[in-house]
């Protein structure tokens, strides 16, 4: 979904993946193996198994290695 004024921002309930790069994302959960969540972002629940970055203009409530 893309707002009207602003920057674009993507909502969704889960993201899947490897590799996961997001920027401007509101999403429930986001699961994968390495993940960067960039600027702009608001995450629910982080799971990962290799790598996690957070940018500081991003919200996330819980972040969970399950390695």
């Known amino acids: 979904m893309l707002k009207n004024s602003g920057a674009p921002e993507l909502k969704v309930e889960v993201i899947e993946g490897d590799v996961i790069w997001l920027e401007h994302t509101v999403a429930d959960v986001v699961r994968g193996g390495d993940v960067t969540i960039g600027p702009g972002c608001r995450i629910g629940l982080v799971e990962y198994r290799g790598t996690f970055q957070q940018d500081k203009?991003?919200?996330?409530?819980?972040?969970?290695?399950?390695?």
Do not use: C, L, T
């Not at 203009?57 to 390695?67: F, H, L, Y």
């Open 57 to 67: 203009q991003s919200d996330i409530a819980e972040s969970r290695n399950v390695g």
